[in-house]
């Protein structure tokens, strides 16, 4: 068992809720103890249910055991990479935990990658193997043949698509040919490697976040400590969110298995998806980003929905508007709180009490046994007091042991054990802390510094807005200008005057934007973060056109 101590001090430890530790103690086992154990503990608790399709727990950990067996069959040893491209289904967690039962390291891609980001992942975390789906499998070919991968093992879900050949497996086969192998993984700590999570790329190169077994056990811990009214073997998890993004993966799935709950798992985030599951599964659970709640609060008739089942909501990887959170509790009458956390942390770090006092507006307090504080951004050395703003640093269980293979890019972020996040913030008198944004995203408009998440939150107070993206555009006179991204309530219709008039009454003028686009979409991650390096990519490719003519 571990143990890690944060001093007493800290202002939010008097705004833990009740039931909730300071310090946690952690065991030395490795991820895959909690599908064992729920196996174990309730084997005829479902574990999976994929459109009508349910999984026990008895099954997926048979299944689980299979397909580790199979991986050593076909080679893969302690330590060897084995990337999973799936889609949310039950073989995501087949694949997931049997790889890591056969003690090999799972390396997460998203289903959406196009062939030369492909490439970089598996050339850069060096896999031995790939599990994909079979509608990507062309793909996933080509791109085998360029990195000289050795396995791929292909996902069908109907008539299989890929035609078995020389390192070439139908998944299905060679669950159903191994047999389990309850001693593998037995040599396994929690300082061995168990994912490496890539950031999302969105800026510069994509890195492997390496996130040990002692990292995900401890985060998906102290998850479950903050829910602590969770109940083992009784929860229901709707599990939208993509199980190969960090927040996915460890809110959803591992805390899933390790409740023993059961979890709906929706390959893509669909409303009318969403509210037929609702409907019939009735989940306690439901962690998200901000846009799939206002996807709910949007929906026609959503209280004809069973939404009252829903219990507690986090919000994670973007800013929740207060207005989006007031009305999704209102509409289910649960509770919906913000969070914080980063690839880097496994990934949760922060997050405001379900019970007790909670901030609109900020990402809530440090999970126990987390540590934090704010440094200056421009050196990173002086630690800063109640209000000031600087960078978000981060010290526990939970952060990566570094970058895979990029020890220059994890000697800028990793220093005496405290995670420089990137993110500018600050903490309250009481130890809530606030993200101010990025420090990429920060906007300089005639020597002001402006943050878009203060844009955003006025424009969602708008009644005819449903979605809003704030970015900084070029300006020949005040260097950068504020330009909003709007998307209306269906049905509804504003011109630019009519917002930036809204914005006059509520901001300092320096903030207000000057150009307001309408669109029917913002782009995304597909996680739901707005990717506002899409929005400027968009202006450029604007201007630029307009230089031509």
């Not at 969105?202 to 995900?216: E, I």
């Not at 996915?248 to 409303?271: I, W």
């Not at 006179?477 to 008039?501: C, F, H, M, P």
Request: net charge negative; aromatic share 10%.
């Amino acid at each position: 068992m571990s143990r890690w101590e944060v001093p007493a001090e800290r202002p939010w430890f008097r705004h833990y809720p009740p039931g909730v530790r300071r310090t946690l103690e952690f065991p030395d086992v490795p991820v895959p103890r909690f599908l064992w154990d729920a196996a174990e503990r309730f084997p005829d608790n479902v574990a999976t249910v994929f459109y009508g399709v349910r999984t026990t727990y008895r099954e997926l950990a048979d299944y689980a055991q299979r397909f580790g067996a199979a991986l050593r069959g076909l080679g893969v040893e302690k330590g060897d990479r084995v990337a999973i491209m799936l889609p949310n289904c039950p073989h995501y967690l087949i694949a997931y935990y049997g790889a890591l039962h056969a003690g090999a390291v799972v390396a997460q891609v998203n289903p959406m990658y196009v062939e030369s980001e492909l490439e970089y992942l598996l050339r850069d975390s060096g896999a031995k193997a790939l599990v994909v789906f079979d509608t990507l499998f062309a793909r996933a070919l080509t791109v085998r043949q360029r990195v000289g991968l050795k396995h791929v093992i292909v996902v069908s879900l109907g008539q299989p698509q890929a035609t078995p050949g020389e390192g070439i497996h139908q998944f299905l086969d060679l669950v159903a040919g191994a047999q389990p192998d309850p001693t593998l993984g037995r040599d396994l700590t929690g300082a061995d490697l168990a994912v490496l999570q890539y950031t999302g790329g969105t800026t510069g190169v994509s890195k492997g976040a390496m996130l040990t077994h002692a990292n995900l056990v401890a985060d998906c811990l102290l998850v479950r400590e903050w829910f602590a009214d969770t109940v083992p073997g009784q929860e229901r998890f709707l599990t939208a969110l993509p199980l190969f993004h960090s927040y996915g993966m460890t809110s959803c799935m591992n805390m899933a298995v390790y409740l023993a709950s059961a979890q709906a798992l929706l390959p893509k985030f669909d409303p009318d998806d969403v509210m037929r599951t609702i409907q019939d599964f009735q989940p306690t659970i439901f962690c998200g980003v901000p846009t799939m709640y206002v996807a709910v609060n949007h929906y026609p008739d959503a209280q004809e929905y069973n939404v009252r089942s829903i219990r507690s909501c986090v919000s994670g990887a973007a800013p929740l508007p207060v207005e989006v959170q007031s009305r999704f509790e209102e509409l289910t009458g649960g509770t919906l709180v913000e969070g914080y956390g980063l690839s880097e942390a496994s990934p949760v770090t922060h997050c405001n009490p379900l019970v007790g006092l909670r901030k609109p507006g900020a990402i809530g307090v440090p999970l126990p046994s987390t540590d934090c504080r704010i440094v200056d951004a421009d050196t990173g050395q002086k630690v800063l007091g109640v209000g000031e703003v600087g960078e978000l640093c981060i010290r526990g269980p939970q952060v990566m042991s570094g970058y895979w293979n990029m020890p220059a890019e994890t000697a800028e972020v990793l220093h005496d054990g405290w995670l420089h996040t990137g993110d500018i913030a600050k903490m309250d008198e009481d130890g809530f802390f606030y993200i101010v944004d990025r420090k990429k995203d920060m906007i300089i408009a005639g020597g002001f510094n402006i943050y878009p998440r203060d844009v955003e939150e006025v424009l969602y107070q708008h009644p005819k807005v449903q979605e809003a993206a704030v970015a900084g555009v070029p300006d020949e006179y005040l260097g950068e200008s504020v330009k909003a991204y709007i998307v209306l309530k269906d049905g509804q219709t504003a011109t630019a005057e009519e917002i930036i008039d809204f914005c006059k009454l509520r901001i300092a003028r320096y903030k207000v934007p000057r150009q307001v686009e309408f669109r029917a979409a913002l782009p995304k991650t597909a996680v739901g973060k707005v990717l506002r390096r899409i929005l400027l990519d968009e202006e450029k490719a604007r201007a630029a056109g307009m230089a031509d003519k």
